[in-house]
């Protein structure tokens, strides 16, 4: 059988690619086998324009157990237990059907932790959105923001995985393409992990889980391009998800596991059966041989093809010791799961798939998983239009600007949204949601972890390579202000066309910042994930790298972020900083107030950010802080709002020779409010490390004083960002 | 005493309770898996929150035919104390041991936060360490938690003393308020609120622990 070109780019190969593919098996590749190239090849299974430049990540430190490469990063905590932890993107499943699109991104990641060994404990999203109040796509906007909380709450919720926190971000250019991407976190202890490599020849391959069905058909591949007119046309290749499955098939496997039979486990996700038998194999440098007659499916009549191709959910593909079979069926039967020896352990390493006999395709597990063409593509200078000069401007009300700022979608509760989500299920949850980081104790030590998720796609826009830094610093001062030591990272890069330079460029100074400030702060990168070509109809989305840290901490009473008791001092640790109109230009006040972007992002100084983290979690541990809240978007004056909600305010004065625009709402980084009892110790600390903590004012029931600038109460700016959301959605 | 937990397929509060009944108050505990009718000597039994059954058809409506259903149902009517939390509440009402229905939350939205409860009465096994009117902040997280039921039984409940918590900010529009209730004999308790999850200051509320407390002080006088 002749393949035709229009087949071969219809799985999104290039002719050359096609070429590889058939230098490589010597022969032209059948129909099946295009598919199963299509989808391993694709940019979403093989990273093949990111893979150059990952490289320059750093892996390593004396707490990573795993690295990059297996299904997710596993790290080090102590007493015998270890974390696993990824975050990992469905954006556009989430454009076209969001309600699914999201859960089964939820349900996707919970699965790369568990086929781990690792029960998960945690999940956060990060969200991007479009514009809620647009005349021509504020209502599908809406609709796509209600069906991805949904999906979220829907699947977490029933898995029973508590969604701690996490962030949400709208901008016009998510409006047609939002992102959905979801943090997991699982425990478990040192010697109950498991990996997704087929070892032992000879050694049965056995299925387990949901049945396979047609859906979702080539999902790998509808994630590695544009969205056009005719994408909506596409929903059937989004999955659907269970989670009631999901959470018998977590329960049966962690079951599984314990029997010692099984010898390595992945689970389906994009690419299904494909990605999982040739990465199982080729890890393991075995082959596997399958016949499709074996493997459960849902309807009759499914060519080889769609069984191979299909990414219907909860599902795993599991190598058990031989011999031991009916120990790993007894346990999947007693959770009324399907379980089916569909193949064998080979030696040849090829990955054969029969059926009913008949070999449907036949290619070396290498050259599936390993050997895809990997490009470094070209790239220029990073795309933006914005101006680097400011706008002239001059603030008229600056209570009323505040108060703008304040209930704008970035910066406003969002407990519209996380009240939605169960995030105290497992009662581990000491911080939910609405704080710098979130915090879940680990029963079995003494010790917590805690974690952030953040992502600045204007900073980045404006300047990808100090974006990523700040985004890196911002995380770990985040876990800083709780007292947690920031450990590891995972990155989910988020951007457009990578066969645009302008485009490419943008991913690979992010990735070399993002490589920098991870470095510099200690927090290796240990997983992770690539979405590019987020684009419609040829408009990109600005950069989007999302950053997951964990820090760990020992288990206590959190820092609040409110102001606990009025007449404390007000500290400002790390001072006010320096900032100028340039510096302005990609921050909420510019966006909300001023409606504009240009310039450049805060300037960062990462020596001086990491002594002011230094400083804070001593500063905390030693319980010297009542309250602490780092400074992010929306400068001082938000931060300060935001630890005034609890009823106990503050009258400030910053003594600054900063314009008040600048002085309220820059968003230059190191920056911690504290409030104390004793400010003596506090200064003394910082003073010990070289840094800036003035006492600005003290703390006061019900009002919110600033110089002679604002001064009003907690009451009238509180309303407003409370119910904002709830009111941008009617 | 010995608390013994239902595990139904979709149970994700069975640890939880568990937990809060064997660490934080000290008690044995059992997991009482869903398929069998051992209540393996139990003096208490707990049907945890959760899907049991991935809420298909009802929430509660499948859990109520499993095997061990039928040994809580004996149990019951010979006395026993039996309480659900949540998806237990719901499948309680499903399978007769309480009168009523939960029914989607008037919001039409999953709702996950803490809440302020509002004691109805002192005279049961799962109250009797508090006193009436008292305020107990316990969270919720259920999508299907509005209460219903027809007048007759509304007044009943009421007359009877029957009503063990009220919400005083109603959440999910339960009729009359109503977040927990007793069954005829006063030993079974239904509620939708989560007291095992406020059992520690940790995680931000210790107000649960007066059901647990008033249980264990309650068998022990028995």
């Known amino acids: ?730 | 005493m010995k608390f013994g937990v239902v595990v139904f397929p979709g149970s994700n509060c069975d640890h939880d309770a568990w937990y809060a009944v064997s660490k934080n108050h000290g008690q044995s505990a059992e997991f009482l898996w869903h398929d069998s009718e051992d209540l393996k000597g139990s003096d208490a039994i707990i049907i945890p929150g959760g899907f049991s059954y991935g809420d298909y058809l009802r929430c509660g409506a499948i859990a109520r035919f499993s095997p061990i259903m039928n040994s809580v149902k004996k149990f019951a009517a010979d006395g026993g104390l039996v309480m659900g939390f949540c998806n237990g509440f719901q499948i309680l009402c499903e399978a007769g041991l309480l009168p009523g229905a939960l029914l989607r939350n008037a919001g039409l939205k999953f709702i996950c936060q803490q809440v302020v409860l509002e004691v109805g009465t002192a005279n049961s096994p799962f109250t009797n360490a508090a006193s009436v009117g008292q305020h107990l902040t316990v969270p919720i997280a259920h999508g299907e938690g509005c209460y219903q039921a027809d007048e007759r039984i509304l007044d009943q409940l009421e007359a009877e003393d029957r009503i063990a918590f009220r919400y005083v900010d109603n959440p999910n529009g339960s009729m009359r308020n109503i977040a927990g209730i007793l069954s005829e004999g006063r030993n079974v308790l239904g509620m939708m609120p989560h007291p095992e999850r406020a059992t520690e200051p940790l995680v931000g509320s210790t107000d649960g622990r007066l059901v647990f407390d008033s249980l264990i002080s309650a068998f022990a006088t028995k």
């Open chain 1, 1 to 730: 059988m002749k393949l035709t070109p229009e087949e071969v780019s219809a799985h999104r190969l290039t002719w050359s690619e096609y070429e590889k593919i058939v230098q490589l098996l010597g022969r032209e590749p059948s129909f099946t086998e295009l598919g199963i190239f299509g989808v391993m090849w694709s940019e979403h299974c093989s990273y093949k324009s990111s893979k150059v430049h990952l490289k320059k990540l750093p892996t390593k430190s004396k707490l990573v157990l795993v690295g990059p490469g297996e299904n997710a990063g596993i790290i080090d905590i102590g007493n015998n237990y270890a974390i696993a932890f990824k975050i990992e993107s469905h954006n556009h499943p989430s454009f076209i059907e969001p309600f699914q699109g999201a859960a089964t991104g939820v349900g996707g990641i919970l699965r790369d932790i568990f086929t781990m060994g690792a029960r998960p404990i945690a999940v956060m999203d990060a969200l991007r959105f479009g514009r809620l109040d647009d005349p021509e796509t504020g209502a599908r906007n809406k609709q796509i923001l209600n069906g991805v909380v949904s999906g979220i709450s829907h699947y977490g919720n029933c898995f029973g995985v508590p969604t701690v926190g996490g962030e949400c971000v709208f901008e016009p250019c998510y409006d047609g393409n939002p992102l959905v991407n979801v943090f997991a976190l699982g425990i478990f202890k040192h010697d109950e992990i498991f990996f997704g490599r087929a070892t032992g020849i000879g050694n049965p391959v056995i299925y387990v889980g949901a049945k396979t069905g047609k859906d979702g058909i080539h999902g790998a591949s509808m994630a590695s391009e544009e969205f056009s007119e005719e994408s909506k046309d596409k929903r059937p290749n989004v999955q659907v998800g269970d989670p009631f499955m999901e959470k018998l098939l977590l329960e049966a496997c962690l079951e599984a596991m314990k029997t010692g039979a099984i010898v390595g486990i992945q689970d389906m996700g994009a690419a299904g059966l494909t990605c999982s038998t040739c990465e199982m194999g080729s890890r393991a440098e075995t082959g596997i041989e399958i016949d499709l007659k074996y493997v459960p499916q849902r309807e009759t009549g499914m060519t080889p093809y769609e069984i191979m191709l299909s990414e219907s959910q909860e599902r795993m593909l599991l190598v058990a010791e031989k011999g031991r079979e009916q120990e790993v069926f007894d346990v999947f039967k007693k959770w009324g799961l399907d379980a089916a020896v569909v193949g064998t352990v080979m030696d040849d390493g090829m990955l054969r798939v029969r059926n009913h006999g008949e070999v449907v395709a036949e290619i070396s597990n290498r050259a599936l998983a390993d050997e895809a063409p990997i490009y470094d593509r070209p790239h220029t200078k990073p795309h933006r239009t914005a101006p680097m000069e400011a706008p002239e401007f001059a603030s008229k009300d600056l209570t009323a600007d505040l108060r703008k700022v304040l209930s704008s979608g970035d910066v406003c509760s969002k407990e519209w949204i996380f009240n939605q989500y169960d995030w105290m299920v497992r009662t581990n949850t000491t911080q939910g949601p609405g704080a710098d980081a979130a915090i879940v104790r680990i029963k079995e030590t003494n010790s917590s972890v805690a974690m952030s998720l953040d992502g600045n796609s204007r900073y980045c826009y404006l300047d990808p390579r100090e974006g990523a830094k700040l985004i890196v610093a911002e995380c770990c001062r985040n876990l800083s202000v709780v007292g947690a030591q920031p450990i590891a990272a995972t990155n989910n890069l988020n951007f457009g066309n990578p066969e645009r330079p302008e485009i490419m460029a943008q991913l690979v100074e992010a990735i070399e910042g993002m490589s920098d400030a991870c470095q510099f702060f200690e927090t290796p990168i240990t997983g992770g994930n690539v979405s590019l070509y987020n684009e419609t109809l040829g408009e990109a989305i600005f950069p989007t790298p999302v950053m997951g840290i964990v820090g760990l901490m020992k288990t206590d009473s959190p820092t609040p972020v409110k102001f606990q008791s009025a007449g404390r001092s007000v500290i400002l640790l790390g001072g006010l900083g320096e900032s100028d109109e340039v510096r302005l230009g990609g921050t909420q006040y510019a966006k909300v107030v001023i409606e504009s972007l240009w310039g450049l992002p805060p300037a960062l100084d990462m020596a001086h950010e990491k002594t002011v983290q230094v400083a804070v979690r001593e500063i905390v541990n030693a319980g010297l802080a009542e309250s602490a809240h780092d400074l992010s978007d929306g400068g001082f004056a938000v931060a300060l709002a935001e630890s005034s909600f609890g009823g106990i305010g503050a009258k400030v004065t910053l003594e600054t020779t900063l314009r008040p625009e600048l002085a309220l709402f820059h968003e230059g980084p190191s920056r911690i409010l504290l409030s104390t009892s004793d400010p003596a110790a506090v200064q003394a600390i910082a003073a010990k490390h070289g840094i800036a903590a003035p006492v600005i004012g003290e703390t006061v029931s019900g009002q919110y004083a600033v110089n002679d600038w604002i001064d009003c109460s907690i009451e009238s700016l509180h309303g407003p960002w409370k119910t904002a959301l709830e009111e941008a959605l009617r």
